[in-house]
Each structure stands twice: as C-alpha cells, then as structure tokens.
C-alpha cells in the first residue's frame, strides 16, 4: 500500500491520507497487525465438584423427601443436618445437565379459559356489567356504582350507587334491572368479569332463575369486557365528573342527570355518533334521513368542500359483540379444515 510505504519513510500520516484521499480510519485499519487468534484451552475451574458429589447431589434432588423443593430449601435444610454437597447454584447445574431445570413443586394448576365470543344484532340480547369505585368525601371512604349497559345500543339499561360492594346488592341491582328491561320475546346473555359479587354461588343462581345466560371474562383480561370499560372511562373523564362526592345523594343526584345525558344526548363513537337512546328505541332510520337532507343541501351548496363527493350518513352498525375477530378466525380455520 503507498500510504504505508510513505508513512514508514516519516512522512505525515495525516498529509498522506489528504493527499491521497484516503480515509484516515481506512489507513490505520489496514496498518494495524493481526495475530491470529489464540487458541483458549478450557481449564476446569478449581472448585468445579467431582463426578461422586454430583451423583449425590443427582440421587438427593430425586429422594423423595426432596421431589418436590427447590435447591433453596434443599441446600440449607441439608446445612442444618450437618451435609454440604455443593451451592445452591451446583445444585441447578445438575439440574439442567439432566435437563430438569423446571418447576419441581407442586403448583395449582389453573385451567386454561376460553374467551368468551358474544354477538348481538338488536337491544336486549347481550348486556355487560361492572362495578366501578367512586371516592367519597375522605379517604378510603369509597362508594360504589353498578352499572348495566346494553352492548349494541351502549344503552344503560341500569346503575345502582351503594356503600358496599358484594354479592347481595349485585343480585338486587341485577334482579330490578331485568324486571324493567328484559324483553320478554329475546334470549338474553348477561356478560361480566370475574369479580367476587360476579362469581358468588347465589349471583349464578340468580341468574339461572332468571332464564339467563351467563358469560365470563377470562381471568386479568380486561379485553373481554370493553363496553363497561370504556362507559366507566367516558364517565370518569367527563368534564363535569367531581374529584369526590360529598353524600350518597349527591352522587345519585349527579348520576341521574348524567346516565339522562349520556343515554339521550352522548352522540357516540362505536355507533357512528347516534345517541345509545336512538338505537335502544329504533329511531336511527329517521335521524339518518334528517341529516341526509341536511348533508345534501349543503352538498349542493357547496360541493368543493368535500373532496370525496356527495356525503352518506351511516347507520349504526348491524353487529355487535366481544372477541368477533376470534368467531372468524374459528370460523376460517373450520372452513379450512373441512
């Protein structure tokens, strides 16, 4: 190389790699001398524990006094009776040369959930449910609201606000709920997550009594009930939402107004903004015809203004549900297998 050559006879490093236009990094990369690599023999540590101990250590991880703990327990339990085979860590190298690194222990073994798949195409036949907390006047004086909203109108069809949280006010609540709401000519599937008042003995009995369907979350999923999730969101963010409540009554005075306003004003989202009353009663279609006059006079009036060319106001959507992508992938999986 003739940078090299230069460099060797004291010239600049510097002013060669400037002259020659060679990067600097290039010429100190390709100078550089490389050894080749030496060789490492691998010398067994000095501590490293003979083969007798490790069938020892092999026998006593297998003894039946000793199946079922971890080398954290079985090590110092051995220290006590006088017996040092190895360190913990020893222990778990035997373990794994055995390809045993596991659990050893007896551990409850909870059965595996399916997710629930619930699909509703008018009012009255999914409803979901939640119990939410609300501070009260100090700390840790809590109240407690119980709400019941139907999933495809997102129409609350109760709430309740108590002092306690359990199951015997969860059967009130959901016994004077469906004496005023369920239609008598619909199946009626009440979802919910597993929260003790949910799971209680007499709560599924109620239910069976009632002619209902019942339907769980899976465990710390909170997936499986978004439509309480997200009506306890809009609740609590709501900008005439307090930090606390002074009373019970105050807190039953604030919620009537609000549960009004959000079941006959609230233009919502997942329903392309018609109000949750609006679809509950079946009156989307003359809404839908209102604004689609409104939405051709001012189409007509002035059409540069949407870029996409004459407006359509959507109705709300004919289905809804909880986990339905699931209920196609089974469903494409099926077909596929058949």
């Not at 119980?146 to 015997?168: F, H, K, P, T």
């Not at 710390?220 to 009373?247: C, I, V």
């Amino acid at each position: 190389m003739i940078a090299k050559e230069l460099v060797d006879r004291n010239c600049c490093a510097s002013k060669v790699c400037e002259t020659l236009s060679v990067p600097r990094s290039t010429f100190y990369r390709h100078r550089k001398v490389t050894c080749p690599c030496k060789v490492k023999r691998s010398v067994p540590p000095k501590n490293k524990i003979g083969d007798e101990d490790r069938a020892k250590i092999f026998h006593i991880l297998h003894d039946e006094r000793f199946i079922d703990l971890c080398p954290r327990e079985i090590v110092p339990t051995l220290a006590d009776e006088g017996i040092y085979l190895g360190s913990i860590r020893s222990f778990y190298r035997v373990l794994a040369a055995s390809n045993e690194l596991c659990e050893r222990r007896n551990i409850a073994r909870h059965p595996k959930h399916c997710a629930p798949i619930l699909e509703a195409n008018a009012p009255g036949e999914v409803w979901s449910w939640d119990i939410t907390h609300i501070k009260g006047p100090w700390k840790g004086c809590n109240f407690y609201l119980y709400v019941m909203i139907d999933i495809y109108s997102r129409y609350v069809v109760g709430w309740m606000l108590a002092e306690r949280e359990n199951a015997r006010r969860a059967q009130h609540f959901i016994r004077e709920t469906v004496a005023r709401h369920k239609l008598h000519d619909r199946h009626l599937t009440i979802h919910n997550d597993r929260g003790s008042p949910m799971k209680a003995g007499s709560t599924r009995e109620l239910i069976h009594l009632l002619g209902i369907e019942h339907s769980f979350s899976r465990p710390r999923t909170s997936d499986d009930n978004p439509f309480s999730e997200t009506a306890f969101k809009t609740l609590k963010y709501h900008h005439t939402f307090p930090d606390f409540f002074e009373s019970m009554e105050e807190g039953r005075t604030f919620f009537s107004k609000w549960f009004q306003w959000y079941n006959e004003e609230h233009r919502h989202t997942g329903l392309n903004l018609h109000t949750p009353a609006s679809v509950h009663f079946g009156t989307v279609e003359e809404v839908v015809k209102k604004r689609q006059m409104t939405m051709d006079v001012a189409y007509t009036l002035h059409p540069e203004r949407f870029a996409k060319g004459r407006p359509v106001v959507q109705m709300n959507p004919k289905t809804v549900g909880i986990n339905l992508h699931l209920k196609a992938n089974f469903l494409t999986e099926a077909s596929i297998s058949a």
